[in-house]
């Protein structure tokens, strides 16, 4: 049997030490009317050759960005990994190792953590920040949790221009816990500030907030931030941390808690996870803070080190006074966003996003040329923008699809009275000919040049 | 600390990573994007070459223990090896490339994984019904009991919010009840380490939610009495809970299911081997009984036979909604599903099987020099304490550090908190009868330090880079980022 070392001999010698006969009597405390009368119905076992050509076949039956040009993102992005980021995360010694539970064997997971929460304090503007959470919506939830916690008001303001996944994810973690969401509309593209005066009463917890938005659009943070503070409740901004090379962090916006997705700093996309999702807040909520935590302390002889800290925060101590359940995050998550923005620099992450800004502008400029195709909104974005169009969106993607080009993602679906809305997505990847393609066989000017 | 932080090897200019130059029309993102959402301030990251960053990290690692340095015996964690098939199989461009909104039918091979993935899981557990969306074993409870709540709501028992969990539970049991809004009631263990009857019948009720429990418990032990347990509960009106932390003690032999479990998670991570990843990406999905599968996050995801395709399904009103963005750590599910092939249904039985032999023959090895608080034989896993000595006895924390020097990873100490100076072992199947012969006698020789010279236990770790660490002055004075002076 693979990975099994016992010999026959060996079995024979330790069942001895045990003082049994068999290894059966070792499980002779399972009633027998419990115990499962029939082998397991799984497949037989494979030898790795076996297993290794099963595996590819399910593979080789999905298409993937090596095949296609993929002009969607809507919360999963399509970035250049460095290679570096994958030969790092393959060292086994942090893929094979447990939670840093032993300081002093683990010093380099929790340095790699240490300076992960760095960068992500740095990227986000704020005091302090988590070693990781599952992903972009948990993190949203949790922090939705901590806000209420932390004013012990009941109410959350969501915008509607929130991941609509990121939304439903919220409503499930609520709704047990008694805490009402209110709903914020849009307008022109961006969360309806003028309605909000009504709505941001004073049991409001905290106002969630998505810049870039769900429609690619940046919101004006610092607008929501005045707003709610003046009732005293906080500000939960949910951003992209790679547009933040460029845009304004949220921490100098007057965010009190940034969360988001992590996904865009060197992860690839990978049928939605594992994703990374990163949270940080202001220091004076630091205790409220969910997760793990790593801080510098010294040893025994006073040399510097990392140790898992401010633990009586969490589960394993506080049980059911904790202000989360989480154990396992997505720690190799987190080092893999470490070393991209270690191989970028400030100046990478900016040109990456310079980029991205620059390439999606130009498709949008194109796009407007083509008959039947407007902008509906004018707001600022950064990689992703929303086209109406005159032909109903799946004839377009239909089109695409055929030419080997995976198109915009139809806004019906999550908002059911925009008809005809296409959000699409132009990252660093795509080339000023690959844009030029999704143009000419948007308008049927060209069949494209791949073919499934 | 023994390699300079990554910021303190920066070198303003250096970047270790180009891109193309850009191709299209520039536009000026300074004028583009309004004053006031531009960034003013640029964050401070590193700036080093590709090969500096290399080394640092190259070197980090170096520090880390992981299982393919050497034995990890961490008590519930299952660090069994980790095959190198499952990092490359998740690495498959057909699996790692592919965008989680593409249409259906592109990506027909990842479906069929899952609903193949699920159709095992449910096999080994004796569930009906599966979902793969949550990413770890605590978000995998949490979904569990909303599920539960959900299923007690839809019978017009909304009142049902009390949850029952044993004194030698796992922190994430109370920590989840109380994050699904759950009031939680502890249930003393008896004797014999499992949980006390009387005190179980003594408060279920027309308020009892659901019960909690981890079988073999987390003192290694099968809950003996189990059948009566679910008696007592369903009769109750409530529901079991299992939770599959150490579900690799029993693979092939029983089945959740056939105990009267009504909702499990496993943790792909642990018992499947997908590995930990220093804390993660786990993954952790839920099994339900038939009655409960309406309830499950959405989407689902299914085999359509009338059109002989897989596909999403969101067309589930009772359902609980979401618990995460997409379908979950699909990467993970792709090492756990090559994983259960290779060992097949017999290879799984055969790793619990040697699972529970090498935890038997460890703790007799052990039980020579350490204090076995619960006699008798244990599954996968066991309690041992230090043994007494001249002094008045050593310190659990002292045992595991001194277990440093001597190369081994430490078991997990001062857990189930039912034990004082717990040291939880779990051997795991994957490791040889010579390595667990070293260990155990490595353990008899520092019982044997203990009594001769204590003092070197207290100050151990003597080999490792750094000494013990401070953790009382870590949590009074919070340092948790670097700063530029």
Partial sequence: MPFLPHTRAEEETMLKTIGVSSVDELFGDIPRELCLDRPLQLPLGLSEKEAWEEVERLAQKNKHTGQYLCFRGAGAYEHYQPKAVKHLLARSEFYTAYTPYQPEISQGTLQAIFEYQTSICELTGMGVANASHYDGATALAEAALMAVEATGRSKIAVSSLVHPEYRETLKTYLFRRGVEIIELPYQEGLTAVDELAGVLTNDVAAVIIQSPNFWGSIEDLAQFAELIHQQGGLLIACCDPLALGVLASPGELGADIAVGEGQSLGLPLSFGGPYLGFMACQEKYVRRLPGRIVGKTVDRLGREGFVLTLQAREQHIRREKAGSNICSNQSLCALAAAIYLALLGPQGLEEVGRQCWQKSHYAKELLAELPGVSLPFAAPFFQEFVVQTAEAPALINQRLWEAGILGGLDLGRYYPELENYLLLCVTEMRTKEEIEQLVEVWGGVSGGKTHF | ?485
């Fill in chain 2, 1 to 485: 600390m023994v390699e300079k932080l990554i910021f303190e090897k920066s070198v303003s200019g250096r970047r270790g990573h180009y891109l193309p130059p850009l191709d299209v029309p520039a536009c000026s993102v300074q004028e583009a994007i309004p004053a006031k959402l531009r960034r003013k301030k640029t964050p401070v990251l590193p700036q080093l070459t590709e090969v500096e960053v290399v080394r640092h990290y190259t070197r980090l690692s170096s520090l880390n223990y992981g299982v393919d340095t050497g034995f990890y015996p961490l008590g519930s964690c299952t660090m069994k090896y980790n095959p190198k098939i499952n990092e490359d199989v998740a690495n498959l461009a057909g699996f790692s490339q592919i965008h989680p909104d593409q249409p259906a039918e592109s990506v027909q091979g990842a479906l069929e994984l899952m609903v193949k993935l699920q159709q095992y899981l449910a096999e080994i557990a004796g569930m009906d019904a599966f979902t793969l969306q949550p990413a770890a074993g605590a978000h995998g409870e949490l979904t569990g009991l909303l599920l539960i709540r959900a299923y007690h709501a839809a019978q017009g028992e909304q009142q049902r919010d009390k949850v029952l969990i044993p004194d030698s539970a796992h922190g994430t049991n109370p920590a989840t009840a109380s994050l699904a809004g759950c009031q939680i009631i502890q249930i003393p263990s008896n004797g014999q380490g499992e949980v006390d009857l009387v005190a179980l019948k003594r408060v279920v009720g027309k308020d009892t939610a659901a019960l909690m429990l981890t079988n073999p418990n987390t003192l290694g032990l099968f809950e003996t009495q189990i059948a009566e347990i679910a008696a007592i509960v369903h009769e109750a009106g409530g529901l079991l809970y299992y939770d599959g932390a150490n579900m690799n003690a029993i693979m092939g032999y029983a089945r959740p299911g056939d105990m009267g479990f009504d909702v499990v998670h496993f943790n792909l991570h642990k018992t499947f081997s997908t590995p930990h990843g220093g804390g993660g990406p786990g993954s952790g999905p839920v099994g339900v009984k038939r009655k409960l599968e309406p309830f499950l996050p959405k989407p689902v995801i299914i085999y359509d036979r009338q059109k002989q395709r897989y596909r999403f399904d969101g067309e589930r009103p009772q359902s609980i909604g979401r618990v995460k963005a997409f379908y979950g750590n699909f990467g993970v599910l792709v090492k756990a599903f090559t994983y259960i092939l290779m060992l097949g249904g017999k290879g799984l039985k055969e790793a619990s099987e040697k699972a529970v032999l090498n935890a038997n023959y460890l703790l007799k090895l052990l039980s020579q020099d350490y204090e076995q608080p619960f006699a008798g034989l244990c599954k996968h896993e066991f309690i041992v304490t230090p043994p007494k000595t001249k002094e008045g006895g050593i310190r659990t924390l002292d045992v595991a550090k001194r277990l440093l020097d001597y190369g081994f990873h430490p078991p997990t100490v001062y857990f189930p908190l039912i034990v004082a100076e717990a040291l939880m072992i779990e051997p795991t199947e994957t490791e040889n009868k010579s390595t667990l012969d070293a260990f155990a006698a490595v353990m008899a020789r520092i019982a044997q330090e203990a009594e001769e010279n204590p003092e070197i236990l207290h100050q151990a770790p003597h080999q490792t880079p750094l000494s013990r660490l401070d953790e009382t002055q870590a949590a009074r004075r919070p340092v948790l980022r670097w700063k530029a002076d």
